[in-house]
C-alpha cells in the first residue's frame, strides 16, 4: 500500500477545498499548461537529488517517476517510507514556499506550518 503527498504552487492562504479542487482536476487528466513553477522545478530537483526516481532500485517512492506538472509534484510514497523522507518533503517544501497536500484526509499545510 502507498501513500500520497502533493506540494502546490499555489497562494499560501489557499483553503483546503480550493486544493482538493485543483487535486481533483489532476486526478481527472487536467494540468495546467506550461512549464512548471520555478518553485516546482527546485522542489523537484532537490528532492530528486536525494531520492531519486529514476532507474533506481532503491527509492521511496511507490511509483516513479514522481508525478511533475507546473504547479504541483504529486509523490506517491511506499508504505515502508523512512520518516526521513517525510520530514525531507517537509522541509524542502517549506524551504520553496510551497503548499503541502495530503490526499489522505484533506490536510493543507502551508509553508510556515511545516515542521523541519
Known sequence: MSFDLVVWAMEPDASAEDVGAAFELCRQGE?????????IADFYAAMTSA?????????PWAVTPL?????HVEMKLDEDCPDEVLLAVEELA??????????QDGTVYP????TS
Do not use: C
Open 31 to 39: 494540468h495546467v499548461d506550461g512549464a512548471p513553477h520555478r518553485k
Open 94 to 103: 517549506g524551504k520553496h514556499g510551497l503548499l503541502l497536500f495530503d490526499p
Open 111 to 114: 509553508p510556515g506550518a511545516m
Open 51 to 59: 531520492y531519486p526516481d529514476r532507474n533506481t532500485n532503491a527509492s
Open 67 to 71: 508525478h511533475v506538472a507546473a504547479d
